[in-house]
């Protein structure tokens, strides 16, 4: 119980540092919350639980292909914000293309022979 504890706060801990970091230095939080964090704790801590590194290979191969189709929201939030008049619209609308380029890189993927 108390290594999920450990995982949990660790995990949660990079998000609110990133969101702090960001109130005082956007530059700074940019460059930290470009890193992947996220894949990189959740390999930490898939390989501590099953020492499986080939998982981390097939892991990192399917993240990836995925973190292709996140890429355009980033460059349209903020031409989205603008035309937009906000953040929630935005953001909703960048999730929304975004669910979009994932699935058509599944079907890409799937076209091309590739297996995740």
Do not use: C, Q
């Not at 964090?37 to 290979?57: H, M, N, P, R």
């Not at 292709?68 to 929201?73: A, D, E, N, S, W």
């Not at 953001?91 to 993927?109: A, D, H, N, P, S």
């Amino acid at each position: 119980m108390s290594y999920y504890l450990i995982k949990l706060f660790l995990s949660a801990g990079v998000i609110v540092l990133v969101t702090e970091i960001a109130k005082r230095n956007n530059a700074a939080a940019s460059i930290i919350h470009s890193l992947p964090l996220t894949s990189l704790l959740a390999f930490i801590w898939l390989y501590v639980e099953t020492k499986d590194s080939a998982l981390i290979g097939r892991h990192a191969f399917g993240t990836f292909w995925f973190v292709l189709p996140t890429l355009p929201m980033f460059i349209m939030m903020p031409w989205l914000i603008k035309k937009l008049g906000g953040f929630w619209p935005a953001f909703g609308t960048g999730i929304m293309l975004t669910v979009v380029l994932y699935f058509l890189t599944m079907r890409l993927l799937k076209a091309a022979n590739i297996t995740l």
